[in-house]
């Protein structure tokens, strides 16, 4: 299971993302059944789809923009590939007349097929008045998908993705986009201080790109059932929080990869409540002998998560 | 955007496999799609201005409670004052 892994030595992770130092934080447990042993719900969560789909469509916006295409063939590729990546294609035998399989049904009823393209369509529209051009890097590309990998202290890699770097109001930022049922508002924002990916994401950008990233925008969609609401938030990190998070991530780090050699993964009740709930809350009630069946047969098993795998 | 008898709706299109769409469909798409917004924001706007312009309903005091949950009609006669002699 692990063999084609890269962010793993016998010591445990040495590759870390922000989604590794998240899981870690929330839970020991939980970091031990996703990131280690490689557990997942069998289907995909609809808000992972939905966001994903709709994240990569906005990237590869700017990626189509930046290899000169016009703004308006830019849109028409994404949405395309957008419709493509929610059609669900049959797994043998596709025929366009007679098999073409079906399009993606989330079982949800704000975030759909028809939500997501809407969304990604009126997100231009949105902030067609507010462009925030992407910065130029000194080898002369601009600086869009953007994956690093740090080396740090202690053969430690720091690892990630950017969608892009911009400037807005002559300082550079971190370009990132969420969507959220909620309501966006101060709250909404807060939230992303403190924040794992948004303080990576800030160090990084300094560090990798040689940029003075002041910190992280976030353009936050909100779906509706009928219209896509849109927000833009900052959020700013300061070179001593940006200190203090380093150190910290490193003593994190160590610590997770002590736990990982010792094979002792407390589990840290206060999160099974949060975000609607543990998916693993289950599997954690039963007496530890039942554990092993019941994720056999409630969960799917798949490759563990490898932070360095490059994006396709 | 309307859809002549000719072409399939937007839904019925959400519906067909997307690999074979032309560049005109994607386009049609997103029109469609921009002209919702701008419904949706004509909407939002008029609702909102709608909102502002309402006015307040008049508050009722104790005694015109009173009629109303009586089912009452005051007419021209003071209802609220015999009530409130009584």
Redesign the interface.
């Given at each position: 299971m692990t063999s084609q892994n890269t962010s793993f030595d016998e010591s445990g992770q040495f590759a870390w993302d922000a989604t590794s130092l998240k899981n870690w934080y929330k839970c020991p447990r939980y970091y031990q059944y996703t990131n280690l042993e490689g557990w997942s719900s069998p289907h995909l969560s609809v808000h992972l789809k939905f966001g994903q789909v709709y994240a990569d469509a906005l990237e590869h916006y700017y990626k189509h923009i930046a290899n000169g295409e016009s703004p308006e063939k830019a849109l028409s590729l994404v949405v395309h590939q957008a419709l493509i990546d929610t059609w669900v294609y049959p797994e043998e035998d596709y025929c366009p007349e007679t098999n073409p399989g079906k399009p993606w049904d989330s079982l949800h009823n704000a975030k759909t097929r028809e939500t997501l393209i809407r969304s990604i369509v009126w997100y231009f529209a949105h902030f067609e008045d507010d462009p925030m051009p992407t910065v130029t890097l000194a080898n002369g590309k601009p600086a869009v998908e953007l994956s690093f990998r740090l080396p740090v202290n202690d053969d430690i890699i720091l690892c990630g993705h950017m969608d892009r770097i911009v400037e807005y109001t002559g300082g550079n930022y971190v370009m990132d986009q969420k969507t959220t049922g909620g309501a966006i508002g101060s709250y909404f924002f807060d939230g992303f201080n403190p924040d794992e990916q948004m303080s990576m994401y800030t160090y990084a950008g300094n560090i990798v790109f040689g940029l003075p990233i002041k910190g992280v925008i976030i353009d936050a969609a909100k779906i509706n059932v009928g219209f896509t609401d849109f927000g833009r938030g900052f959020t700013h990190r300061s070179k001593g929080s940006l200190e203090e998070w380093y150190d910290q991530t490193m003593y994190t780090i160590e610590t997770a990869r002590h736990h990982t050699k010792e094979n002792y993964f407390p589990m840290n009740t206060q999160s099974c409540g949060n975000y609607g709930g543990c998916s693993f809350r289950k599997i954690c009630q039963l007496s530890p002998e039942s554990r092993p069946n019941f994720l056999k047969g409630n969960f799917v098993q798949r490759p563990r998560w490898d932070p360095l795998k490059p994006r396709t | 955007m309307t859809d002549t008898p000719d072409q399939p709706t937007i839904q019925e299109l959400?519906?067909?496999?997307?690999?074979?769409?032309d560049?005109d469909t994607?386009?049609r798409?997103?029109n469609e799609?921009?002209e919702?917004?701008k419904h949706?924001a004509a909407g939002n706007k008029s609702a909102g201005n709608l909102k502002k312009k309402a006015p307040a309903a008049p508050k009722l005091t104790k005694a015109q409670e009173e009629v109303k949950s009586l089912g009452l009609t005051t007419g021209k006669l003071d209802l609220t004052s015999l009530l409130t002699k009584k």
């Open positions: - | 959400f519906e067909r496999d997307p690999s074979a769409y560049e994607i386009l798409i997103i799609l921009r919702k917004r949706w």
